[in-house]
């Protein structure tokens, strides 16, 4: 039996929730709750709603419900940057596992598959949204960078992944900012608004799928027949139940190595107001964008389609009993946000953030993520990395394959290698992961 000892909860307020043409959209409504459904989830991420998407493929008539805690878009998966890419590296940020060339194939091929479903559902029944091919760029300022984007670019070569490299002045060129001296731009990434996104995709789900805002599991019972009750105390039956709670699996009472295995850290970001044509200047001739630094601790950036900054900085590590952001901490992050924008944008610099805000990232040591059965009939997902969008939505999808018993060779693949490594007890790993932060933001420098 896992009783649920902390809820999730909002930190500032996300722009692209606040900005997204369906914020006001409504799901089901509580009146319609039934006593059982076939396939209960919980979480209304990417995580659970590709599996709604699955399962109801799989089982047309199945009839399942969906809870979470807040509003659709509004926790981790509407609260992202909006990167949702194909050409993915994976690399162990704690301990020696290594990834084969097969292993790095493999995640592309499971991001490829999930990426498409989405891209189809949105041009169906969403096109409105905002969910653009733009790609990305991978890039650096610092010339002790240049090593990491070079180490990048023979990886992709290995995995035969196409990409441009581009020098300063056409980096300058393209993004409007002459910030960064080189940059690597893959064409196979979407960007989005992330809480248009699913919130989309949770109202495109299939009439057999119930989605309920608002709706807070305070326990979930194992077992024959297994359920979860609501606050409030109502008892929900299930036959299978699927947990896609982010880093909040830690706190829903079940035991296990790999539970413990998952990690998770804290990120912050901001974006402007809608920029005037005065400002919009410096844009000319400039197509929407999006960055990561190649150093692991550097700021992302994008230009969005719709006029603004969008600036995602600083990391904290978030220990079990510290998954919401604390007030002080987020206060600590927002000069780090400004400074962000104004070192790549200095002519915009009165320009004001109108939103500010920060989020959960579940992390694992190996980047591999929690994936399978966890007690009698209840399974979980949680994601192992900063890419969790795509992430997410193979976990989901693959669950759901799992517990209806479809097989393939991709799920195969995710059976045997989707395990997190070893990290120690969080007595030990919060001062581990402190430090390494503290050391990773030094060597970012300008990065940042
Ligand atoms: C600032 C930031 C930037 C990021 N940028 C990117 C990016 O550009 N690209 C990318 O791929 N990934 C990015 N990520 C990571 C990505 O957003 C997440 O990994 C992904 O959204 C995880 O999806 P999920 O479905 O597993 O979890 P979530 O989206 O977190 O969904 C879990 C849901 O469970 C609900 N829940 C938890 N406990 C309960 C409970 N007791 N009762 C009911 N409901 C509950 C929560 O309310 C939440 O809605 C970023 C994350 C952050 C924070």
Same mark, same amino acid.
């Not at 500032?12 to 959209?25: H, I, L, S, Y």
């Not at 479903?117 to 409105?128: G, L, N, S, T, W």
């Given at each position: 039996m896992g009783k649920v000892t902390n809820f999730p909860k909002d930190t500032?307020?996300?722009?692209?929730? *606040?900005? %997204?043409?369906? =914020?006001? #959209?409504t799901y089901t409504d509580l009146s319609e709750l039934q006593d059982s459904y076939d396939y209960v989830i919980v979480g209304a991420g990417f995580g659970g709603v590709m599996a709604a998407y699955e399962l109801s493929k799989n089982d047309p008539k199945a009839r399942i419900a969906i809870f979470d805690a807040l509003k659709v878009g509004t926790f981790s998966s509407g609260r992202n940057a909006g990167f949702l890419h194909i050409s993915q590296v994976s690399a162990s940020l704690v301990g020696f596992d290594k990834f084969t060339l097969e292993d790095q194939k493999e995640l592309c091929k499971l991001n490829g598959i999930v990426i498409r #479903?989405?891209? *189809?559902?949105? $041009? %169906? $029944?969403?096109? &409105?949204i905002d969910f653009r091919w733009d790609g990305m760029y991978h890039a650096v300022r610092e010339a002790r960078n240049v090593k990491a984007l070079n180490a990048l670019a023979s990886e992709f070569d290995r995995m035969g992944v196409k990409y441009e490299m581009f020098g300063h002045e056409e980096m300058t060129k393209r993004l409007g900012t002459d910030f960064y001296t080189q940059g690597l731009y893959t064409a196979d990434c979407v960007l989005d608004n992330p809480a248009e996104l699913i919130r989309a995709l949770a109202g495109a789900l299939p009439e057999n799928v +119930?989605?309920? *805002?608002?709706s807070v599991i305070t &326990?979930?019972? *194992?077992? $024959? /027949?297994? +359920?979860?009750?609501? =606050?409030?105390? #109502?008892?929900? $039956?299930a036959s299978k139940i699927i947990l896609t709670v982010n880093a909040f699996i830690k706190n829903f009472g079940f035991k296990g190595q790999e539970i413990s295995d998952v990690s998770a850290i804290q990120s912050f970001g901001a974006m402007t107001r809608e920029l005037t044509d005065e400002e919009m200047k410096i844009f000319e001739g400039v197509q929407p964008w999006g960055i990561t630094a190649t150093h692991p601790a550097g700021a992302t950036v994008r230009y969005t389609a719709r006029r603004r900054v969008f600036v995602r900085t600083d990391i904290a590590y978030a220990s079990e009993k510290r998954l919401n952001i604390p007030e002080q901490r987020f206060e600590q992050a927002k000069p780090l946000l400004r400074n962000a924008f104004v070192k790549r944008f200095p002519t915009l610099k009165d320009v004001p953030f109108e939103y500010t805000y920060g989020g959960l990232i579940a992390f694992t040591g190996n /980047?591999?993520?929690?994936?399978?059965?966890?007690? &009698?009939n209840v399974y979980a997902g949680t994601t192992s990395d900063g890419s969790g969008v795509s992430r997410a939505s193979i976990l989901g999808t693959y669950l759901a394959d799992l517990i209806q018993g479809v097989d393939s060779p991709e799920l195969d693949y995710i059976i045997k290698h989707y395990h997190p490594n070893y990290l120690p007890p969080e007595i030990l790993r919060t001062p581990g992961a402190h430090a390494a932060l503290w050391w990773k933001n030094v060597k970012a420098g300008s990065e940042l």
């Open positions: 500032g307020v996300n722009p692209w929730f *606040e900005t %997204a043409v369906n =914020k006001d #959209r #479903r989405i891209d *189809e559902i949105v $041009k %169906a $029944k969403a096109p &409105e +119930s989605v309920f *805002e608002h &326990e979930v019972k *194992e077992g $024959k /027949t297994p +359920s979860v009750i609501l =606050k409030g105390g #109502r008892e929900i $039956k /980047t591999n993520p929690l994936f399978g059965q966890i007690a &009698e």
